[in-house]
């Protein structure tokens, strides 16, 4: 029996991929390879063993995705495929809600369709939007402030109210805050397309010499050193989240949702000494306005998923750091050959 992972061949994907391998799981790939590379597909066998089957589709496009359902035993689903680019949402969000939104529902008929009862939802900790203190736990409101968070937040109530009506259906939620880092092997990593929204690929662009240096998005927030303070959590320690996350699935336990958090808050200058010193490399930066719709401080209390996942990120700053600057040190330029 299968494991689906839709959006398997990009950043967050790509590494649960290769978990998932070594946990014992057969993967199968979707992915319309819209902000991926076919070349992720070596990199996993180079490092598994392993080469996935692949097939190259949008889910929105139902028939394609219905025959993969049909000519393989699959058991569950792991949903990363989506848009992703809060800004880029914000001018195309008719585009990122028919996306986000559509590709899900056909895939959730999809899978209704062929008895596939167990499913892990990509979210992200934006659907807590400006929180009122922190560390962030579940139960804390909700509320979005761009398209792209409001179609996570979306997806949730959607996925709640199927798991409510759908005794049979099975579904972990993991709320994610803010992914950095990269496999040991430095063959696969971030690779955003153009200029990079994120902080992490940015300062590595930077300390690779594809850009100049990095623009600081405020210093006089409320936080020790004024500057934007987040959650920054290993993409490994994500992925071991969804191989746990995908375990919690075989006690049907309805619907679960967990932040997949350090618990450990990191403002922007903390992140770039600490990346100076991990590479040994300067980042020149520079103090300017802040960034329409940032907020001052998001990190979370993960203690929910240590305790029902026996779950907890393994690593530090450190090898965030290093591991990010070795996948760009080695692919200046990415996947391109
Ligand atoms: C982090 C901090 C910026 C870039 C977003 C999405 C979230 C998830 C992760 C998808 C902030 C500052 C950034 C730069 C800067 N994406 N910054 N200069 O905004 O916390 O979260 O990405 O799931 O859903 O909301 O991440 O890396 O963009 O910003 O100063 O060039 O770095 O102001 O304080 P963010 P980020």
Same mark, same amino acid.
């Given at each position: 029996m299968a494991v689906l992972v839709t959006g398997?061949?990009?950043?967050?994907?790509?590494?649960?991929? !290769?978990?998932?391998?070594?946990?014992?799981?057969?993967?199968?790939? *979707?992915? %319309?390879? +819209?902000?991926?590379?076919? #070349?992720?597909?070596?990199?996993?066998?180079? !490092?598994?063993?392993?080469?996935?089957?692949?097939?190259?589709?949008? *889910?929105? %496009?139902? +028939?394609?995705?219905?025959? #993969?359902?049909?000519?393989?035993?699959?058991?569950?689903?792991?949903?990363?495929?989506?848009?992703?680019a809060v800004g880029e949402s914000v001018e195309k969000p008719l585009e990122y809600y028919t996306n986000n939104i559509v590709n899900t529902l056909t895939l959730l008929r999809v899978m209704k369709a062929?008895?596939?009862?167990?499913?892990?939802?990509?979210?992200?900790?934006?659907?807590?939007?400006?929180?009122?203190?922190?560390?962030?736990?579940?139960?804390?409101?909700?509320?979005?402030?761009?398209?792209?968070?409001?179609?996570?937040?979306?997806?949730?109530?959607?996925?709640?109210?199927?798991?409510?009506?759908d005794a049979t259906f099975n579904v972990a939620i993991l709320r994610y805050f803010n992914p950095v880092g990269a496999h040991k092997s430095g063959t696969i990593g971030e690779e955003p397309n153009g200029i990079p929204n994120n902080l992490m690929p940015y300062i590595t662009k930077v300390a690779v010499g594809k850009?100049?240096?990095?623009?600081?998005?405020?210093?006089?927030?409320?936080?020790?050193?004024?500057?934007?303070?987040?959650?920054?959590?290993?993409?490994?320690?994500?992925?071991?989240?969804?191989?746990?996350?995908?375990?919690?699935?075989d006690e049907l336990p309805g619907l679960v949702t967990y932040n997949l958090g350090t618990g450990n808050g990191l403002s922007v200058l903390d992140l770039v000494k600490a990346f100076s010193e991990a590479s040994g490399q300067?980042?020149?930066?520079?103090?300017?306005?802040?960034?329409?719709?940032?907020?001052?401080?998001?990190?979370?209390?993960?203690?929910?998923?240590?305790?029902e996942l026996g779950w907890t990120a393994k690593y530090g700053v450190k090898e965030m750091c290093e591991d990010s600057w070795r996948w760009q040190s080695n692919n200046p330029n990415g996947y391109e050959i």
């Open positions: 398997g061949m990009g950043y967050i994907g790509s590494h649960t991929t !290769i978990s998932l391998i070594e946990a014992g799981q057969e993967v199968i790939i *979707v992915d %319309d390879l +819209s902000n991926s590379s076919v #070349v992720v597909l070596n990199r996993i066998e180079a !490092i598994t063993g392993v080469r996935p089957k692949f097939y190259e589709l949008n *889910v929105m %496009d139902e +028939s394609a995705l219905t025959q #993969v359902f049909s000519e393989n035993e699959i058991e569950s689903v792991i949903h990363f495929a989506a848009y992703k062929h008895g596939v009862h167990k499913f892990v939802f990509s979210s992200s900790a934006t659907v807590y939007g400006d929180p009122h203190k922190c560390p962030i736990t579940e139960d804390f409101p909700l509320s979005t402030t761009n398209p792209y968070g409001s179609t996570k937040l979306m997806i949730e109530d959607m996925l709640r109210d199927i798991a409510k009506a850009l100049s240096r990095l623009n600081v998005f405020g210093d006089d927030y409320p936080t020790h050193d004024g500057t934007g303070v987040r959650d920054y959590i290993h993409v490994v320690d994500l992925a071991d989240g969804h191989v746990k996350a995908l375990q919690k699935l300067e980042i020149p930066y520079q103090i300017v306005a802040r960034r329409a719709g940032d907020i001052a401080m998001c990190y979370a209390d993960a203690s929910l998923a240590n305790k």
